[in-house]
């Protein structure tokens, strides 16, 4: 991976998961839907029983997608994880064993072959990546035809919890710094309409849908407060602003508290799929 190819937001996105590695799968991995499961087991959910599928994982982070496929299908499931952080792909290694091929390479430039995967997923991830059309049209060109594309992305509605004062703290605090927000979301990931427009018979996808749906999670303040450590946003403050958020936040949090003295933290998803046509 050339890193002087790399933009300001990649770079950044290296320089927190050199630091944070994991950090994605400690905030997602234990909140649930109101189903029962969680994001990871949403998409894992996707790759088909019995015969063999190459699934590919892009922006695979620690692998715990990769994992939570294992688990569902065994050894029926040759499978791929693919992430521009060699320090993920590092913890990746370490959790998956030897039977998975990871690749160190953005996903603007993969590097199989055509039609080589039966299902695509991506947990968190492909709303960072610049340029989703070269992703997606890479992600069409690795897939046989018939083959499945899934991405879990931020954007869903999410009652007002924890998570909703943390962002409440987070704006006051730049607000009041004179700064912006933190922008690394691309713009197509901002509505259900933009997801769509880039996976309609143009793009050579169909039966497109977005589903929206709410992860939760139920912590003490002061272990939601650990994970909102692990947000992008953090890293983007100086120490002082991070000071001034933690205790707008502690403070907003404490009237939510429930008789065990924990606080709901719930945060808005949209899943969208589409087969590949042929």
Same mark, same amino acid.
């Given at each position: ?17 050199? /630091?944070?590695?994991?950090? &994605? @799968? ?7 839907? #109101?189903?029962?499961? %969680? ?8 790759? *088909?029983?019995?015969?063999? +599928? =190459?699934?590919?994982?892009v922006g695979c982070g620690d692998g715990l997608l990769l ?17 521009? @952080?060699?320090?993920?792909? $590092? =913890?990746?290694a370490r959790r998956l064993g030897p039977d998975v091929l990871?690749?160190?390479?953005? +996903?603007?430039?993969? @590097?199989? #072959? ?5 299902? +695509? ?7 960072? !990546?610049?340029? *989703?059309? /070269?992703?997606? +049209? ?11 594309? /899934?991405?879990?992305? %931020?954007?869903? *509605? ?21 700064? #912006? #927000? ?7 990931? $901002? ?15 169909? %039966? ?6 709410? =992860? /939760? ?15 992008? %946003? !953090? ?9 001034? =958020? ?8 404490? $009237?939510l508290r429930d008789a065990e003295g924990t606080v709901g ?7 969208? &799929? ?5």
């Open positions: 991976m050339d890193a002087a190819a790399l933009s300001p937001n990649e770079r950044f996105l290296l320089d927190f998961h050199r /630091s944070h590695a994991g950090a &994605t @799968s400690e905030f997602f991995g234990p909140a649930r839907t #109101p189903e029962g499961g %969680d994001s990871y087991d949403r998409l894992a959910a996707l790759v *088909p029983e019995g015969d063999e +599928a =190459v699934v590919l994982d994992e939570r496929i294992r688990l569902r299908r065994g050894s029926c499931a040759t499978r791929i994880g693919l992430d521009m @952080s060699a320090d993920e792909l $590092a =913890v990746a990871l690749l160190n390479e953005r +996903a603007q430039a993969i @590097s199989l #072959p055509p039609a080589s995967v039966d299902v +695509a997923l991506s947990h968190m991830a492909l709303m960072l !990546m610049g340029d *989703p059309a /070269s992703v997606i +049209a890479e992600i069409h060109r690795v897939l046989r035809p018939g083959g499945v594309f /899934s991405a879990i992305v %931020d954007g869903g *509605p999410a009652p007002s919890d924890g998570f909703a004062c943390f962002v409440g703290s987070l704006r006051r605090t730049l607000r009041a710094a004179g700064r #912006p #927000p933190l922008q690394l979301v691309h713009p197509t990931f $901002a509505s259900s309409q933009a997801l769509l427009a880039h996976l309609d018979e143009a793009a050579g996808f169909s %039966d497109a849908r977005v589903e929206e749906l709410v =992860v /939760s999670r139920r912590e003490a303040p002061a272990r939601l407060w650990e994970l909102m450590l692990l947000t992008y %946003d !953090m890293d983007y403050l100086s120490p002082g602003e991070v000071e001034r =958020v933690r205790r707008d936040f502690l403070d907003a949090v404490e $009237a933290c719930s945060i808005g998803l949209r899943q969208f &799929t589409a087969r590949k046509r042929g």
